[in-house]
């Protein structure tokens, strides 16, 4: 596709620049990124059109915005496609101090009817806030009454110190976690593993979710009363990569 020839208003000049980066990644074939990046800059192309009066440029800018509709709605498809055959791959960057992360805003899009069964391999759940955003997790698939079945492996060999106790203590809390789920008609299974250093979790739909920093990717509340205290999607994050996979023949783990 040719280059995008916008004039040298503002917006026009943001519109080129995000659409320039659109071909370019579409060039290298990350079509996840390119779809991004031509949504975003045909909006701006629209924008620019409200504000044009010269009915030639237009003209201009309504069969650029229809060729880059074109295109955008031809890599949807071809991932729409990608994602039926069971072959599919979306990467999240999460930055430091970014907000709007919480469980459900990373995960629900791939939580549907057909879950039933969910595996968390992770073996830092170790301390009480690690504790505590494993039970965030679960409540959040609490919310999903077709979720029957938590099976979450742990890493105990590694587990030397946990906050305010040892190794009993955070046994004591899995169980506690183990019988509230029960009360909720889930049965959580508990596997310790000396073995296991990767940090996934898997749906029986075929998604799998990589997170480098797993479940712990939030920072510590400023205090008890701060705003991200009780609302994960306000709480500051660290840095780490989301990737999201797809596979018809994932097998329990």
Request: charged share 30%; with cysteine; net charge positive.
């Given at each position: 596709?040719?280059?995008?020839?916008?004039?040298?208003?503002?917006?026009g000049?943001?519109?080129?620049?995000?659409?320039?980066?659109?071909?370019?990644?579409?060039?290298?074939?990350?079509?996840?990124?390119?779809?991004v990046?031509?949504?975003?800059?045909?909006?701006?192309?629209?924008?620019?059109?409200?504000?044009?009066?010269?009915?030639?440029?237009?003209?201009?800018?309504?069969?650029?915005?229809?060729?880059?509709?074109?295109?955008?709605?031809?890599?949807?498809?071809?991932?729409?496609?990608?994602?039926?055959?069971?072959?599919?791959?979306?990467?999240?960057?999460?930055?430091e101090?970014?907000?709007?992360?919480s469980?459900e805003?990373?995960?629900?899009?791939?939580l549907?009817?057909?879950?039933?069964?969910?595996?968390?391999?992770?073996?830092?759940?170790?301390?009480?806030?690690?504790?505590?955003?494993?039970?965030?997790?679960?409540?959040?698939?609490i919310?999903?009454?077709?979720?029957?079945?938590?099976?979450?492996?742990?890493?105990?060999?590694?587990m030397?110190?946990?906050?305010?106790?040892?190794?009993?203590?955070?046994?004591?809390?899995?169980?506690?976690?183990k019988?509230?789920?029960?009360?909720?008609?889930?049965?959580?299974?508990?596997?310790?593993?000396?073995?296991?250093?990767?940090?996934?979790?898997?749906?029986?739909?075929?998604?799998?979710?990589?997170?480098?920093?797993?479940?712990?990717?939030?920072?510590?509340?400023?205090?008890?009363?701060?705003?991200?205290?009780?609302?994960?999607?306000?709480?500051?994050?660290?840095?780490?990569?989301?990737?999201?996979?797809?596979?018809?023949?994932t097998?329990?783990?």
């Open positions: 596709m040719a280059k995008p020839g916008l004039g040298p208003d503002p917006g000049v943001a519109a080129a620049a995000v659409l320039k980066r659109a071909v370019e990644l579409d060039a290298e074939s990350r079509y996840q990124q390119a779809l990046c031509y949504q975003e800059g045909i909006d701006l192309l629209l924008q620019v059109l409200k504000g044009t009066k010269d009915d030639t440029k237009k003209c201009n800018l309504r069969k650029k915005i229809s060729d880059y509709m074109d295109r955008a709605e031809n890599i949807k498809k071809y991932l729409d496609q990608e994602k039926e055959d069971g072959k599919y791959h979306k990467q999240i960057k999460i930055e101090n970014a907000t709007g992360f469980y805003s990373v995960f629900q899009e791939y549907n009817e057909t879950v039933r069964e969910v595996w968390i391999e992770d073996p830092y759940i170790r301390t009480n806030h690690q504790l505590y955003n494993f039970l965030r997790f679960c409540e959040m698939l919310k999903k009454p077709f979720t029957r079945f938590i099976s979450s492996k742990k890493n105990l060999d590694i030397i110190q946990l906050e305010g106790g040892g190794r009993g203590q955070q046994i004591s809390g899995l169980e506690e976690i019988a509230s789920l029960r009360n909720h008609g889930v049965l959580l299974e508990l596997e310790y593993s000396s073995s296991i250093h990767d940090r996934e979790i898997r749906f029986n739909n075929g998604w799998m979710i990589k997170i480098g920093r797993g479940l712990d990717y939030f920072k510590r509340p400023q205090g008890r009363f701060s705003l991200g205290y009780c609302d994960l999607d306000l709480r500051p994050c660290h840095e780490t990569t989301v990737d999201i996979f797809h596979n018809r023949h097998q329990k783990i």
